[in-house]
């Protein structure tokens, strides 16, 4: 089976070098997969075809939550990474880069209590949980 990553951003070819690297050095990936970078055409002008896609070849029994760990291990190490888009057997998807997401989406500020010890409940509220005794 074939896989097929794409990434997008002003660093793309740049990335999927240092992408493409760093799943040739994960054992799982390393073991059911082949990987491998291809070229696009080459552009008129140009010195050589760019890097378009990594490949990889996978064996049965290859998890794609192995690729996810990855990439989020991966993407955790880089400035400002582009968009992720991975391709198997026609079905594509894609996610954004971090850059690219609403700043409104982001994580809500800490409520009262929070930063606190952990005194506080998760729901802001800054009373604690009753816990009852045991026996009750």
């Given amino acids: 089976m074939l896989i097929e990553v794409r990434l997008g951003g002003d660093d793309a070819e740049d990335d999927l070098r240092s992408f493409c690297a760093w799943l040739r050095d994960e054992p799982d990936i390393r073991r059911h ?27 049965s029994s290859f998890q794609l939550a192995s690729l996810a760990l990855a990439y989020a291990a991966w993407r955790a190490t880089r400035r400002n990474p582009g968009d992720i888009s991975v391709r198997r057997d ?9 850059a690219a997401a609403d700043p409104g989406t982001g994580p809500a500020a800490p409520g009262p209590g929070a930063g606190s010890g952990g005194t506080g409940p998760a729901d802001g509220s800054g009373e604690s949980p009753r816990h009852p005794a045991a026996g009750e």
Avoid: N, R
């Fill in 90 to 98: 026609g079905d594509s998807i894609a996610l954004p880069s971090p």
């Fill in 33 to 59: 997969a082949s990987v491998t970078l291809e070229t696009g055409a080459p552009v008129p002008g140009g010195l050589g075809a760019p890097l378009e896609v990594i490949q990889l070849v996978i064996d």
